[in-house]
């Protein structure tokens, strides 16, 4: 066992602090990594402060991360994947059964045994998994990813949550060239689901409720914005989508989206607010309509993703910060004040 510097949450009220934690001697399927980068997800956030703890509580200390871009330090004897000196990518997931259907299906997020990054029991040591802010994590190589080598690291990490979170749902949804799609909420995941829908082709109009990111919403490739608080711009966009992706993290009027959705138009919730919300059955009956929700993708997907973003050059925008400025980074986070995803340096916790 090694012990590695990290950063951590006592309580739903605490914030963020420096601590020690103990990290696993690689076993011989194990990758050691040394973590570079690590996105800051909203359900870090989510997580820190508790907001879930009806579907699955936290337990404290908590360290999350769970976007994270390191270069491999060591590995085990039967490790054929990675070598020493290999940059990488872990994301939601490091361990599973390997044998239920959904693993067998390549959607080893639905495992019944999924291990988390960070907030599951962790099988090797007792306690639970804790994530990527932190110097090293040691991962199943089954669970670790390739990351191509012309992308900037900071900017792949996030591609680990909110890049797989998106990328998932608009390739189920079937070929969408040329087809309407709103993505609602240009946060770290909807700003992703911008630079997917268009790399594939198609109509993308963001839902926003900052108008001061309707630039860069276009600039990402959106061909239109819609400020979700101006009635009349809502109102001209009614019943003419194909496919919305929702990505919003607090309580809205879901209903208002459903409205904007076409014959056999489908909405896929990927934000997960902490509330449940009143979903109009009228307004799914007239039109056929379809409300589905999503969860990140499974590892084989999720390199699937990171080639793709490789060929296509797509990295998330980021703020890259120092793990002391993360505090103020869940702050600003939830004033929607990010452009549009922090990633913490973490060669900034050997500072402390
Ligand atoms: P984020 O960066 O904070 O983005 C969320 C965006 O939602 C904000 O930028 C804002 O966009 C909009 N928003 C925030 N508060 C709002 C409100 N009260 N009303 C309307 N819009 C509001 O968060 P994220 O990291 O992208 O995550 C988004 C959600 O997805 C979180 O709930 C997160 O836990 C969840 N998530 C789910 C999965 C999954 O597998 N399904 C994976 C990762 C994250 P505008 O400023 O444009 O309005
Ligand atoms: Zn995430």
Redesign the pocket.
Known sequence: MSKAKAYSAASATSPLVRTTIPRRDPTEHDVQIGILFCGI???DL?TVRNEWSSVMATTYPCVPGHEIVGRVTQIGNEVTGFRPGDLVGVGCMVDSDHSCPSCRANVEQFCPDVTFTYNSPDKHLGGVTYGGYSESIVVDERFVLRVPANLESAGVAPLL??GI?TYSPIRRWGDIKGKKVGVV??????HMGVKFARAFGARVVVF???PN?KEDALRLGADEVVV?RNADEMKKHAGSFDFILD??????DINAYIHMLGLDGNITL????ETPFPVSAFALLFGRKSLS????GGIKETQEMLDFCGEHNITTDVEVIPIQKINEAYER?LK?D?K??FSIEMGSLKLT
Do not use: E, N, Q
């Open positions: 997800c909203h359900s989510h949550c909110a979170t909420g240009l946060g770290g995941l909807g926003t409720t900052s990111k979700s990505t919003i993290s607090a309580d809205h990927v934000g997960a607010p929700g999503s969860l990140i986070l929607s990010v549009y995803r």
